[in-house]
């Protein structure tokens, strides 16, 4: 699993990367998701993220 972020949709809130900093960092006012070879270990943090996004940017990729 990957998560991905719409950069159309992200307003720059912030939220991912205060519920999740280890895959998501906020960069010129949208979040980028961090390369990781593995996310699985981030999984549930990377769910908190994705529930904490008012504007539903972020989607996970199997
Ligand atoms: S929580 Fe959503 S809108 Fe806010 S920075 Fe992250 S992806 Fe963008």
């Known amino acids: ?10 307003i720059g809130c912030g939220a991912c990367e205060g ?13 980028e998701v961090i390369k ?9 943090k990377i769910d908190q993220a994705v529930d904490a996004c008012p504007v539903q940017a972020i989607s996970i990729e199997e």
């Open 1 to 10: 699993m990957k998560p991905v972020v719409n950069q159309e949709i992200c």
């Open 19 to 31: 519920v999740c900093p280890e895959v998501f960092k906020l960069d010129d006012g949208k979040s």
């Open 36 to 44: 990781l070879d593995d996310y699985i270990p981030f999984k549930s």
